[in-house]
């Protein structure tokens, strides 16, 4: 079985579905020579020519510009520059109607041309001496963008790192009227060749395959005659059918494959390059003549004198067509591209840009306008026309329902918008108006459900936040309250109430927080059990450090830190007392039953601590000498000073013995007595005195407290 | 200065539906003057009954339903209507039944669902099975072909029996179809179904005189009339050949097999072609646009399925022909065929593969 490349070198050609064969009226302007105009008055240049973004102006109002002097300069990859057609001055960089379906106003510069058409230097490249980078530079640089009619940037589409089996050259020229890429092949095909092998030697491709319409011989012939012996160059004479020159309708007919949808031709080791954008590398890569000018066919029977003409990128199209003698009737359309797919325009200021290939102007007669819409009578014209093999009356009935859903599982996106449906329709529908619509909407629907999806990751992201947040604060007032009733436990007030609340708690923490496994319950309920142990021991210490307190100040050598403990001891105690009456009635009672047994006892210790403290005040004021032991010891030189405090500490003394007294009377009514003669026990440690002291007044004030329980 | 704007394309082809309408009207008067050589000039005053009703009918809609009467009344598809009813019913039918038939497909089968359009069903079948079932009698009173017609029918006669019953001679309608024997002569088909039923071959059958060359004496010139009408449709592209070729050649080949297999009990497929309204159904009714699978595919499994049905009610149904059945059945299948005979677009795989 032969293979594909077999088939192809053989001079195979295959066919696509549909098509349509409208009146080509090619042969009122294929036979006479490409016209040069004069230059005109105003050239506006839209700093946009091209899919992609303008580059970055570099002329200022009023700078005189040479021919094919940059204007801007590409400083991304997706930029190609626009150059001035001829020498002049800048007059302005403004807003212009675009040449564009839209009709939108976009920045254009405003060349008012001198007249000399005066040359910037020119630095023509040998392809052969440079490297690919230096061409694709060149390309770039030269403002080439595809003049086919979408205008992608050429350095781009030719910059590959695939593979690629076949460059294809568009020189179908499918749409009826035109011919500028006819007259271009009659008069310049040893140039679009020189361009062709500079995208060759940029592609390495299997073969070139140049499709073009059988209504083109002349054209055929040049193209093969320039072609002389160059090997696997093949002229491939396709039969005249529109829309044979889309891209994926050529691919289809020159290799029987197709671009998968929403695949490039690069995917299927396929280029497609326009025969105009081939003649135009040449002239930049050979001539280095930037894109200025192109050939643009001006027809329609409203002119005196149908023809093509050599534009200079910027022309207006008045000019144009004035130039050709345009008698204007009422009504008129003026239509920007081929009567299939050209937009009609409103304002005929429009300049002529690098993806205009024809300007038409009609008469009614010439093409009638579109008649009354009727209904679809699902004839079914429509789909045998369909080049791309769709179900055009489903996609209008759909279109109308705004079915978007059925609108994409009958493949809207897959049209091409050639018009070849609404070209056949006896019900003069518009269909392609209504795919137009119907997109627009699909893509209106797609921007609202992103934005709406944007929206709602926002409100997700928001909604979780406060919800964390809330669970968090949960969890710490939880925690306050596990360790509230931990304390309440530990005091021992746990009760029936506080399990109560444990378990409630417990409840909602497991409702709140359901992630938490039961193994986190246990560990957290070991840790709260934990905490509530090292408290309740804490507590215990704390109530046992008081008399530990009390010992270890006993030994402390200075008196005046031992009154301080003591005093610390007293406040502590009676504190203690207070708040936990329950500790105080348990040692109470014990103390009581000592002092009961042994009341006389207590009445000598109380009489021994009276004396002791008497005689410490004496020799060094206890309760004075918080506020000055210093000074007191400063002092002891003076001897009058000494003993007028020796006599003020006596007195203290003497009020502090008197007090106790008072105090532990009720308590054990003997002690008074016996206190007296105690006085006089000899005294050996000041300190010691003064802390039995404390105590006993303590341990009294302690019995008198508890004596109402 | 400012200049019209209109969206692409801005060419159009010259076929609007008027035009494809008026195509089809011209394509089918050889047949219709075939059909009034052998069976009478009524033909033409039920053309004129219908066309008249079809078009008081779909005015009067139009107007309630507040559109464009003109523009509508101009695309001539109520005209197509009329015609495909007037040379379906017999030619002495009286004018009441055509003109019944034609305003319930004008008003109901084809404006109460919505115009012209979006009729689910063939106007004209719809109404043909609706005056069949309902007035089975004058629906099937086919005079016999000129040829053996025992009595001598004129134009003025045709007048007379339409709207009086009785020819201006003052034969009723049943005596004109009568043969010197008084004995009512029915349609080819008819006749070949009755004698196959009490036992005869066909070979048997054919031999009586309402049978001519290749199939009914008068049938066989109108249904080759027709065709011609259709192939001239075929040649200005105002029909596609899936419809047509796939109808003819379901039933040819149905009824080739079943011919084969018992000669004496089938007719032959040449006989099955060119009788009845086969020609007339497969080039001008089942090709009606808006009832018919749009799909390329889908053309040929309705026109299939149009064949296969016509033969199997043929040979074993209870009427003698089965275009009115057969097409309106199958329009009943059109958007089942429609959905899963969408066709691959461009660059996808094909639909069984999603």
């Known amino acids: 079985m032969p293979t594909l490349f077999q088939h192809i070198q053989a001079g195979k050609v295959w066919d696509f579905h549909g098509g349509i064969h409208p009146p080509s009226r090619k042969e009122r302007t294929n036979q006479k020579p490409v016209a040069l105009l004069d230059i005109p008055d105003r050239l506006y240049i839209p700093l946009r020519q091209h899919i992609g973004v303008a580059g970055k102006v570099l002329v200022k109002v009023g700078d005189r510009v040479l021919k094919g002097q940059a204007l801007t300069q590409a400083d991304?990859?997706?930029?190609?520059?626009?150059?001035?057609?001829?020498?002049?001055?800048?007059?302005?960089?403004?807003?212009?109607?675009?040449?564009?379906?839209?009709?939108?106003?976009?920045?254009?510069?405003?060349?008012?041309?001198?007249?000399?058409?005066?040359?910037?230097?020119?630095?023509?490249?040998?392809?052969?001496?440079?490297?690919?980078?230096?061409?694709?530079?060149?390309?770039?640089?030269?403002?080439?963008?595809?003049?086919?009619?979408?205008?992608?940037?050429?350095?781009?589409?030719?910059?590959?790192?695939?593979?690629?089996?076949?460059?294809?050259?568009?020189?179908?020229?499918?749409?009826?009227?035109?011919?500028?890429?006819?007259?271009?092949?009659?008069?310049?095909?040893?140039?679009?060749?020189?361009?062709?092998?500079?995208?060759?030697?940029?592609?390495?491709?299997?073969?070139?395959?140049?499709?073009?319409?059988?209504?083109?011989?002349?054209?055929?012939?040049?193209?093969?005659?320039?072609?002389?012996?160059?090997?696997?160059?093949?002229?491939?004479?396709?039969?005249?059918?529109?829309?044979?020159?889309?891209?994926?309708?050529?691919?289809?007919?020159?290799?029987?494959?197709?671009?998968?949808?929403?695949?490039?031709?690069?995917?299927?080791?396929?280029?497609?390059?326009?025969?105009?954008?081939?003649?135009?590398?040449?002239?930049?890569?050979?001539?280095?003549?930037?894109?200025?000018?192109?050939?643009?066919?001006?027809?329609?029977?409203?002119?005196?004198?149908?023809?093509?003409?050599?534009?200079?990128?910027?022309?207006?199209?008045?000019?144009?067509?004035?130039?050709?003698?345009?008698?204007?009737?009422?009504?008129?359309?003026?239509?920007?591209?081929?009567?299939?797919?050209?937009?009609?325009?409103?304002?005929?200021?429009?300049?002529?840009?690098?993806?205009?290939?024809?300007?038409?102007?009609?008469?009614?007669?010439?093409?009638?306008?579109?008649?009354?819409?009727?209904?679809?009578?699902?004839?079914?014209?429509?789909?045998?026309?369909?080049?791309?093999?769709?179900?055009?009356?489903?996609?209008?009935?759909?279109?109308?329902?705004?079915?978007?859903?059925?609108?994409?599982?009958?493949?809207?996106?897959?049209?091409?918008?050639?018009?070849?449906?609404?070209?056949?329709?006896?019900?003069?529908?518009?269909?392609?108006?209504?795919?137009?619509?119907?997109?627009?909407?699909?893509?209106?629907?797609?921007?609202?459900?992103?934005?709406?999806?944007?929206?709602?990751?926002?409100?997700?992201?928001?909604?979780?936040?406060?919800?964390?947040?809330?669970?968090?604060?949960?969890?710490?007032?939880?925690?306050?309250?596990?360790?509230?009733?931990?304390?309440?436990?530990?005091?021992?007030?746990?009760?029936?109430?506080?399990?109560?609340?444990?378990?409630?708690?417990?409840?909602?923490?497991?409702?709140?927080?359901?992630?938490?496994?039961?193994?986190?319950?246990?560990?957290?309920?070991?840790?709260?059990?934990?905490?509530?142990?090292?408290?309740?021991?804490?507590?215990?210490?704390?109530?046992?450090?008081?008399?530990?307190?009390?010992?270890?100040?006993?030994?402390?050598?200075?008196?005046?830190?031992a009154a301080i403990a003591a005093a610390l001891a007293r406040a502590k105690a009676k504190k203690q007392a207070e708040a936990q009456s329950e500790v105080a009635a348990e040692s109470a009672p014990a103390e009581t039953a000592a002092s009961d047994a042994d009341a006389k006892k207590a009445a000598v210790a109380a009489a021994i601590a009276r004396a002791k403290a008497k005689k410490l005040a004496e020799a060094q004021s206890e309760e004075a000498a918080e506020p000055a032991p210093a000074e007191t010891a400063a002092s002891d030189a003076d001897a009058k000073k000494a003993a007028v405090a020796a006599a003020i500490a006596r007195a203290k003394a003497k009020k502090l013995a008197e007090q106790p007294q008072a105090e532990t009377a009720p308590a054990s009514e003997v002690a008074e007595p016996v206190a007296v003669p105690t006085e006089s026990t000899p005294e050996q440690d000041a300190k010691k005195v003064a802390i039995a002291a404390a105590i006993a007044r303590a341990k009294a004030k302690k019995q008198q407290n508890s004596e109402p329980l | 200065m400012s200049f019209k704007i209109a969206s692409s394309p801005h060419q159009h082809s010259q076929k609007s539906t008027a035009q494809l309408m008026k195509l089809v009207a011209l394509a089918a008067l050889p047949g219709i003057a075939v059909q009034a050589y052998f069976f009478g000039y009524g033909v033409l005053i039920q053309l004129v009954l219908a066309s008249v009703t079809a078009l008081c009918c779909e005015a009067a809609v139009l107007a309630i339903r507040s559109k464009k009467i003109k523009v509508k009344l101009l695309d001539h598809s109520a005209l197509v209507t009329a015609l495909l009813l007037a040379v379906a019913i017999p030619s002495y039918a009286p004018w009441w039944l055509v003109v019944i038939g034609t305003a319930f497909a004008i008003i109901v089968v084809k404006q109460l669902y919505g115009g012209l359009g979006h009729n689910l069903f063939n106007p004209a079948m719809a109404a043909y099975v609706l005056l069949l079932v309902s007035f089975p009698l004058p629906m099937t009173s086919w005079l016999p072909a000129a040829p053996v017609q025992h009595v001598t029918v004129g134009p003025l006669d045709a007048v007379c029996a339409i709207f009086t019953d009785f020819s201006c001679s003052g034969y009723s309608v049943s005596q004109l179809r009568q043969d010197a024997d008084g004995i009512s002569m029915a349609t080819p088909l008819d006749t070949l179904k009755t004698d196959l039923s009490q036992g005869y071959t066909t070979a048997e059958s054919l031999k009586k005189p309402v049978f001519g060359w290749l199939s009914g004496e008068g049938w066989f010139w109108v249904n080759l009339a027709y065709l011609l009408g259709g192939l001239f449709l075929l040649q200005q592209k105002v029909i596609q050949w899936r419809i047509p070729v796939a109808v003819l050649g379901s039933l040819f080949g149905c009824s080739l097999l079943a011919w084969l297999i018992s000669p004496d009990t089938n007719a032959s497929p040449i006989f099955q072609l060119f009788s009845g309204a086969t020609m007339l159904a497969a080039f001008f009714i089942a090709t009606d646009p808006v009832s018919a699978s749009t799909t390329e595919k889908g053309r040929l499994i309705f026109g299939a399925l149009i064949g296969v049905l016509v033969f199997l009610i043929r040979s074993y149904g209870g009427y003698p022909d089965a275009f009115a059945f057969a097409v309106m059945l199958a329009n009943m299948t059109v958007p089942l065929i429609d959905y899963y005979t969408q066709p691959r677009t461009y660059g996808h795989k094909h639909k069984g593969a999603r």
């Open chain 1, 76 to 561: 991304n990859a997706m930029a190609v520059p626009v150059h001035a057609p001829t020498s002049g001055i800048v007059q302005a960089i403004e807003l212009h109607t675009s040449a564009h379906p839209s009709s939108l106003a976009e920045p254009a510069l405003v060349l008012a041309p001198d007249g000399m058409d005066e040359w910037r230097p020119r630095k023509p490249l040998d392809p052969e001496q440079v490297d690919a980078y230096t061409l694709l530079e060149r390309i770039q640089e030269s403002g080439i963008s595809g003049m086919g009619g979408a205008g992608f940037p050429t350095h781009i589409k030719v910059n590959v790192k695939q593979p690629v089996d076949y460059l294809i050259i568009n020189a179908v020229e499918c749409e009826p009227y035109i011919t500028a890429d006819d007259l271009l092949m009659q008069e310049r095909a040893s140039d679009i060749i020189a361009g062709i092998e500079i995208l060759v030697k940029l592609l390495s491709p299997k073969a070139v395959l140049i499709g073009i319409e059988d209504d083109k011989p002349i054209a055929a012939a040049s193209l093969k005659a320039a072609i002389g012996q160059r090997t696997n160059y093949f002229v491939r004479e396709v039969p005249t059918k529109y829309p044979s020159g889309g891209e994926k309708q050529l691919i289809q007919l020159l290799t029987n494959k197709e671009v998968p949808a929403g695949r490039r031709p690069l995917d299927i080791g396929i280029v497609m390059q326009n025969v105009g954008t081939a003649f135009a590398i040449a002239q930049a890569v050979l001539d280095d003549i930037p894109l200025i000018h192109r050939v643009v066919t001006v027809a329609g029977e409203t002119l005196a004198q149908q023809q093509n003409v050599l534009a200079l990128i910027g022309t207006p199209i008045s000019d144009l067509l004035n130039a050709c003698g345009f008698q204007p009737e009422p009504q008129q359309r003026i239509i920007v591209g081929g009567p299939m797919m050209g937009f009609a325009i409103a304002d005929w200021s429009v300049p002529v840009v690098k993806t205009t290939n024809c300007i038409l102007a009609p008469t009614e007669n010439e093409l009638g306008a579109a008649s009354e819409e009727m209904d679809c009578i699902r004839c079914g014209a429509c789909a045998d026309a369909c080049p791309a093999s769709l179900l055009p009356q489903q996609l209008l009935w759909y279109s109308k329902a705004k079915d978007q859903d059925k609108l994409a599982e009958y493949n809207l996106s897959d049209c091409i918008e050639c018009g070849a449906c609404a070209y056949v329709c006896p019900s003069e529908i518009p269909l392609v108006h209504y795919y137009r619509v119907a997109k627009a909407e699909i893509r209106e629907t797609q921007r609202e459900a992103l934005k709406a999806e944007q929206a709602k990751a926002r409100f997700d992201a928001r909604t979780e936040r406060l919800e964390r947040e809330k669970q968090e604060r949960l969890e710490r007032n939880q925690q306050l309250a596990a360790q509230r009733v931990a304390q309440q436990q530990a005091s021992g007030l746990a009760s029936q109430t506080a399990a109560a609340v444990q378990q409630a708690l417990e409840r909602t923490q497991q409702q709140t927080a359901p992630a938490l496994d039961k193994e986190q319950i246990i560990a957290e309920r070991e840790r709260k059990k934990a905490e509530a142990l090292a408290y309740q021991q804490q507590k215990q210490q704390t109530q046992t450090a008081e008399p530990a307190s009390v010992q270890t100040s006993e030994q402390t050598e200075d008196p005046r830190k």
